[in-house]
């Protein structure tokens, strides 16, 4: 939970927006006004015809000396710069994947390869190999592309692709083979089977990503750009139409007029801001390191209403920790303790680890050194099933119930049934017993359990307030996964899960009409991967995983998939509160143009100008001025998203449209009514 | 403001909406085919039909199939009918000798009758021989109701069904809803108007001589059984040119009262025929109330602005209600504003009050409830789907702001979706706006105008957006038996029937094939008051705006002169 926000800012140079970054932006808002660039946003698109066709009002009023020269010179630039704001907000949002992908490119920098052709080693370079060459990679050198480990094993920097400066351990079969192009070994060396032809790396997809080059819209962007094209088409049809009702009534509405009440009308906050939202949503997993194949995954990821997560790493600290000694009758509790703690101190794995931390913790047993004790350490074997010392003539053993007690029996001694009850409290509890022993006397039992992150009980009670259902996978047996399941908050779990069980769920949820998200990494992982809405693959997984899922999570951590999910779902509501805000503002609109443009016919809808704007001319030009600025005003917001908060739909409707909604009704008529009075103490219009 | 008024007004909403309830119900099993006690009646009748017919009633259809028969049928009708009006002169049932109708005027009745529009740019009495009024006319009054009950109910399926792919059978859809709901409903309506007093006869005309020795002809006809059919099918056709407000057609308080509760009648009862459908009475009560509340809000406008009547009138030291002229005395303000209200409100267009003569902004609520595309409450059938695509395009806009891909009873909005509610709300647009714009530029559109200024612009306007929302009421003040305005407004009328089925029915064709996701916490809810002011804020935002440039221009204008302002 916490410790992945730690990571963020400190992986990739996109973090903020810089100086450069803005000029570069303004250079491509100009770019972008090529309309075989600008037809992909059909609103902008529209707006763009419409100011060519004002400024060409323009010059026909230079030509002609026309008294209106000066107020459609200011409707015409005000219309251009409604297309630009337009084009920046996008060129911004994709500078930062820009930035990073162009340091990305300096690490694909031209290498050479070692390859094996038999046994000779050819030096060739990287780009020139293809799928299924053989190439040997020795410490120092760069892995010239993705594949996967065939013999030897290594340590790796993948620092390149992750950000993460720890080395990681690469090797041959098993769920660490796979390599990327790219990063470097450090130790060591490895013989690394070509995956990918060039171009189609890992990195080179990688970098299309970041760019944007390959961005295509999202269903749900489809969708809303067809309603916006739709609503565009109405005005377009409620404006020109407005000629002939004009010309009926026994006057002319001048085009530019025309024109500015269109752009004014048609959607364009929404429109001029809609591809930036989405590249900034794609942007925000980025700098959570987490990067999806398209963008279709991170809408979907805000859809998604069951989690499958994977006990260990993501609801569990990972390994079972020492909670509780529990003496056998007759035995005090220090007795077993200390025979706890000595039997554990040359145990390396983190149980023991914790057993000797427990017992300093409550019997404030110091730590010995078992070399001076003088002691022998009997290892864990598969066939004893436990583990201990021999000291000073006491031999004191810990293990599984059944191996402890097969021990003791052999030393002519007895369990007492209380040890086995206290090992079946502790079973049903979920927590895994350890009981310990010492001679012929079971002195009684170690209670690990699987810890429970901290705070994770919290989140999965905003989940389900969200309407997000967990579901733990764990391959523990049934009773210790519902022990740890009601533990942690889940509201499910599949126990003794194998590759098919996981995918089986999968598709159930899936025919209930849920949408299901999960993170994997192994190889088996990769059908259940590949069938979820949402398959996030682990970087350090294995190839086979991150081409199932349709994102990659570079730092390795499952829990994430909480965040993908926000990320996504802020990304929905922020596109949503802007269409609102963009349609809502409508209405102060009309009540600007209207009255101005049939003052003159009718001086009785001076009625409707309730901003009592100062003249038609500023009433006109404040509205177009407020309908560009506020793009531009949009901008960090569309960029940052809307505020997110994991609540229910209800109450988070509320709050947006509140917020956007009412807020989008009544900010234009303040901000138009301010515009016009500068403008008219500017003597503008 | 007389309580009297209102207390009416009141007691019609009640008595609508507690009759609207058990017959939504009632053709809801109608239309899931599950058992209604009606059905030892009819359902003898219904097997005949379809023994005769060769139809397989277990056999649905796809979208596609479904919106093919529907079209064949409607053609057909159109057919038949133009003919009927071409060849009247050598066809029985013609005692008054009516000569052959012109091409352009048949081409516009047959247009207006097949789409349940009901626009009249003649005088019936004058005209249609009795075998037009009642082979064709009466005949499509009883189809294109049908038809529109029919799109609906294949909505609703294409909303409920999950996982599936058909929509229903047209054919047996159309049976039923002539068999179970129209039929029966127009028998017990017509039984009850004759006993009131609404003819139904067969007579030659009456030549009279009136108290004061002038000349008087009386149209006779069998008025009463086209009379039920008229205000339950939202068709609006009178027999007479003077439609509701002739005595024969509408005798008496109680038929007035009676004929408006007609009117809303069937399109009120379908919101709970889909809210059972879909399997949430909830999602139909939110329609209902959205409906009834921008209805109350509409009568409210037109009762306030009649009342408020002329000032000029007024100034001439009239006393009474200013605003009477063109209104029948027998009925009074409130019941010719509520009148009006309901019958634009409803796809209805039958009046018993000349809207020309409302006051400008008592004849903008007519309008604008048009304009809306007739979704308070609307035409059979007609008013809900097109209620159902503002609920698509309202889930859809609002919905992302709960940060889930929109969907609606658990269906994913998407670009199928939206592509053809788009084009379901471009068509009013396109139909109204050009339309207006085109008549009002042009010699053949003006020189048909009565009245000079925005009222004359407000007379087209709202002979463009009747046709375009098949309503058929007139503003009357405009001689709309032109071959221009027949021509164009029979294009219109063709338009924004087919125009709007066709994309709901793809709309019912892409929504059936799709799963439904549990409803959860995180849904965004589709039920409630908040919904309901949504939906209410997006139709007149989406809609209303469209249109306010014009209107600005035509009834907005002239209520600002009439003032005085």
Same mark, same amino acid.
């Not at chain 1, 003088?374 to 201990?388: C, D, L, W």
């Not at chain 1, 079973?427 to 895994?432: D, E, F, I, Q, S």
């Not at chain 1, 802020?570 to 349609?583: A, C, P």
């Not at chain 2, 909505?155 to 929509?167: F, M, N, P, Q, V």
């Given at each position: 939970?916490?410790?992945n926000?730690?990571?963020?800012g400190?992986?990739?140079p996109?973090g ?5 970054m803005?000029?570069?932006a303004i ?6 006004l ?5 037809w992909?946003?059909?609103?902008m ?8 066709l004002s ?11 026309a008294?209106?020269?000066?107020f459609?010179?200011?409707?015409a630039?005000?219309?251009w ?12 949002a994709e500078g930062? /994947?820009?930035a ?5 490119r300096k ?11 038999g046994?000779?080693i050819?030096?060739?370079p ?10 040997l ?7 010239? /592309?993705?594949g996967?480990v065939i ?14 400066s ?12 796979s390599?990327?192009?790219?990063t470097k ?5 490895i013989?690394v ?21 390959k961005?295509?819209k ?5 969708a809303?750009?067809i309603?916006l094209?739709?609503l ?7 404006v020109?139409?407005l000629?002939?009702y004009a010309?009926?009534?026994g006057?002319?509405?001048a ?5 500015a009440?269109l752009?004014?009308?048609i959607p364009t ?10 590249i ?6 980025l ?8 963008g279709?995954? +991170?809408?979907a ?9 994977d ?6 600290l ?20 200390d ?8 145990d390396?794995t983190?149980e023991?680890?914790?057993?000797v ?6 019997? &404030? ?5 078992i070399?001076?004790l ?15 010392v021999?000291?000073?003539g ?9 191996a ?8 002519g ?5 209380d040890v ?14 350890? =009981?310990?022993a ?6 009684g039992?170690?209670h ?14 905003q989940?389900r307030?969200m309407?997000?259902?967990?579901v733990?996978?764990?391959?523990? &047996? @049934? ?7 009601a ?7 599949l126990?003794?899960a194998?590759?098919?069980a996981?995918?089986k ?5 899936q025919n209930k009409?849920?949408?299901?998200a ?14 979820a809405d949402v398959?996030?693959a682990m ?11 349709n ?5 390795s951590n ?11 779902k ?14 809502a503002n409508?209405?102060?609109?009309y009540f600007?143009i209207?009255p ?9 809808l ?7 704007l ?12 407020? &309908? ?7 901008v960090?917001?569309a960029?940052?998203?809307?505020k997110?908060? @994991? ?14 909604g009412?807020g989008?009704?009544?900010v ?5 009514k ?6 008219s103490a500017l003597?503008w219009? | ?10 007691l019609y909403?009640?008595?609508?909406t507690?009759?609207a ?9 109608v239309f ?21 017919t060769?139809t ?9 199939q ?13 057919i ?15 005692p008054q ?10 081409f516009n009745?047959?247009?207006s009758?097949v789409?349940n529009?009901n ?6 009495e004058s ?10 006319l009466?005949?499509q ?5 049908a038809?529109g ?19 229903g059978?047209?054919w ?7 068999l ?5 409903l ?11 007093g609404?003819i139904?006869n067969?007579?030659?005309?009456l030549?009279?001589?009136?108290l ?8 006779m006809?069998p008025?009463?059984?086209?009379e039920?059919?008229?205000?339950? /099918?939202t068709?609006?056709?009178g027999f007479?040119?003077a ?6 057609e509408?005798p008496?308080?109680?038929t007035?009262?009676l004929?408006m509760l007609?009117?809303?009648?069937i ?8 809210g059972?459908m879909?399997g ?5 009560? =939110?329609?209902?109330v959205t409906m009834?509340i921008?209805?109350?809000?509409? +009568?409210g ?7 408020y ?8 030291g009239?006393s009474?209600?200013s605003a009477?002229?063109?209104k029948e005395?027998?009925?009074?303000i ?7 209200t309901?019958t634009?409100a409803?796809s209805c ?10 006051? @400008?902004?008592?004849?903008m ?8 595309g ?11 789907y097109g209620m159902?695509?503002f ?8 919905g992302l ?9 658990g269906?994913?909005i998407?670009?199928?979706e939206?592509?053809m ?8 647009a396109?139909t ?13 559109g ?9 009222h004359?612009?407000?007379e087209?306007?709202y002979?463009?957006t009747?046709a ?16 221009f305005?027949n021509?164009?407004l ?10 709007i ?6 709309i019912?064709? /892409? ?21 309901g002011a949504?939906l ?11 249109f306010?440039p014009a209107?600005?221009l035509?009834?907005i ?9």
């Open positions: 939970m916490q410790e926000v730690s990571h963020e400190k992986k990739n996109s903020s927006i810089n100086s450069a803005i000029v570069e250079k491509d808002a100009f770019k972008k090529n309309p075989s660039i600008m992909r946003n059909p609103v698109f529209v707006v763009e015809i419409v100011a060519v400024t060409y009002f323009v010059l026909r009023d230079l030509l002609t000396h008294k209106t020269l000066g459609n010179t200011q409707i630039i005000w219309l710069i409604t297309v630009i704001f337009a084009n920046f907000s996008e060129a911004i930062r /994947g820009k990073q992908a162009s340091a990305l690490t694909r920098s031209e290498t050479l390869a070692k390859k094996l052709d046994e000779k050819v030096n060739v990287a780009p020139d190999l293809r799928k299924d060459d053989v190439v990679v020795e410490a120092g050198d760069v892995i010239p /592309g993705d996967e013999e030897g094993i290594a340590s790796v920097d993948e620092s390149a692709v992750t950000g993460e720890a080395p990681v351990i690469r090797e041959s079969g098993g769920d660490r083979s390599v990327t192009g790219g070994v450090l130790s060591d060396w013989k089977k070509i995956t990918a032809n060039p171009g189609e790396t890992f990195l080179d997809r990688m970098i299309h990503l970041v760019e944007g080059a961005r295509q999202t269903p749900n962007e489809i809303l750009t309603l094209l739709g565009t088409i109405i005005f377009l049809l409620a020109a139409t000629e002939p010309i009926y009534s006057t002319i509405v085009v530019p007029v025309l024109a009440l752009v004014c009308l906050t929404i429109g001029g801001l809609l591809s930036a939202i989405g900034a949503g794609m942007d925000r997993l700098k959570r390191n987490v990067l999806a194949m398209s279709r995954a +991170v809408e990821a805000g859809d998604v209403n069951v989690l499958l997560l006990k260990t790493g993501t609801i569990t990972g390994n079972r920790m020492a909670t509780e000694f529990i003496p056998a009758p007759g035995v005090p509790a220090e007795k077993l303790a025979a706890a703690q000595i039997s554990s101190l040359a390396e983190p023991g680890r914790s057993i931390i427990l017992a300093k913790e409550k019997y &404030n047993l110091r730590e010995r050194d070399n001076n003088g002691a022998t350490f009997i290892p864990f074997s598969a066939q004893t099933r436990m583990s201990g021999n000291l000073e006491r031999e004191i053993r810990k293990g599984a119930t059944d402890i007690e097969k021990y003791v029996r052999e030393q001694g007895i369990m007492h049934p086995i009850t206290a090992v079946e409290d502790i079973a049903k509890k979920g927590g895994t017993p350890l =009981v310990v010492e001679g012929a006397q079971a002195l039992v170690i690990l359990k699987d810890v429970v992150k901290g705070g994770i009980r919290e989140r999965f009670a989940l307030k309407g997000i259902k967990t733990m996978i764990t391959g523990d &047996n @049934p009773l210790t996964a519902a022990a740890i399941a533990e942690a908050g889940v509201d499910d779990f126990a003794e194998t590759p098919e996981k995918l769920l999968i598709r159930d949820y009409g849920h949408l299901v999960m993170t994997g990494d192994g190889t088996n992982d990769a059908p259940a991967l590949a069938q398959g996030v970087n350090s997984g294995t190839q086979a995983a991150k081409e199932a899922g994102m990659v999570d570079l730092d499952p829990t994430k998939l909480i965040e993908v999910v926000e990320i996504g802020q990304l929905l509501m922020t596109r949503g509160s802007l269409t609102t805000f963009s349609i409508d209405v102060a609109k600007a209207i101005a443009l049939f003052f003159a016919t009718y001086p009785q001076k009625i409707l100008n309730i901003m009592h100062a003249t038609p001319q500023s009433a006109i030009l404040s509205a177009v001025i407020f &309908n560009a600025l506020i793009i531009v005003a949009l960090p917001l960029l940052r998203g809307v997110y908060e @994991p609540l229910g739909a209800n109450i988070i409707l509320r709050k947006n449209l509140l917020f956007y009412l989008g009704l009544i234009p008529f303040i901000g138009i301010i515009i016009d009075l500068i403008i003597g219009a | 403001m007389s309580t009297m008024d209102i207390v009416q007004i009141l909403v009640v008595i609508l507690f009759l309830v058990p017959l939504g119900r009632y053709m809801a099993r899931s085919g599950e058992k209604t006690w009606t059905d030892p009646l009819f359902r003898p009748l219904e097997r005949l039909i379809y023994r005769l060769g397989d009633e277990q056999t649905e259809t796809g979208w596609k479904y919106a093919g028969a529907l079209l064949i049928f409607n053609f057909c009708g159109f038949v009918l133009f003919f009927l009006q071409l060849l009247q002169k050598y066809l029985p049932l013609n000798g009516f000569g052959a109708v012109s091409p352009d005027l048949a009745t047959a247009a009758f789409t529009t626009w009249q740019a003649y005088a019936g005209t249609m021989s009795y075998l037009v009024q009642m082979a064709g009466t005949v009054n009883f189809v294109s109701a038809t009950i029919v799109v609906v109910v294949a909505l609703t399926r294409g909303l409920a069904r999950k996982s599936a792919s058909t929509i059978n047209f047996v859809d159309l049976t039923r809803s002539i179970w709901v129209l039929l029966p127009s028998i017990i309506g017509a039984l009850v108007l004759t006993q009131q609404v139904q067969f007579s030659t005309y030549h009279l001589t009136t004061d020795g002038g000349k008087q002809t009386l149209a006809g008025v009463a059984s086209q039920a059919i008229k205000m339950f /099918g068709n609006g056709g007479f040119n439609n509701s407000t002739h005595p024969f509408n008496t308080p109680i007035n009262f004929e007609f009117i809303l009648l399109p009120a009862a379908l919101p709970f025929t889909f059972r879909v949430n009475p909830k999602q139909g009560r =939110v329609i209902f009834l921008l209805f109350l809000i509409f +009568v406008a037109a009762y306030s602005s009649e009342i009547g002329n000032p000029n009138v007024t100034a001439l009239i009474g209600p009477m002229e063109g005395v027998r009925f009074g409130a019941n010719s504003a509520l009148f009006a309901i634009t409803a267009g039958a009046v018993n009050a000349m809207h020309d003569s409302l006051t @400008p902004l008592g004849g609520i007519p309008m604008l409830q048009m304009m809306l007739e979704v308070v409450f609307g035409g059979v059938g007609a008013g809900l159902l695509i609920v698509i395009l309202t889930v859809f806009i609002v702001m709960v940060g889930r891909t929109p969907e609606y009873l269906k994913k998407e670009s199928w939206i592509k509610a788009t084009i379901a709300i471009l068509v009013p396109v109204i706006l050009i339309g207006s714009a085109l008549a009002s530029v042009t010699k053949a003006t020189s048909s105008i009565l009245n000079s200024g925005p004359g612009l407000s087209i306007l002979a463009f009747s375009g929302a098949n309503n058929g009421s007139a503003f009357a003040g405009l001689n709309a038996n032109t071959p305005y021509i164009a029979g294009i219109a009328i063709l338009l924004g029937r087919f125009g089925i066709l994309p709901v029915l793809a019912a064709g /892409g929504m059936v094939k799709k799963k439904a996701v549990p409803e959860g916490p995180g849904t965004f809810q589709t039920t409630g008051i908040l919904f949504l209410a804020g997006i139709v007149i935002i989406v809609s209303a705006l469209t306010f209107l600005a035509g009834p204008v002239e209520h600002l002169i009439m003032i005085g302002k």
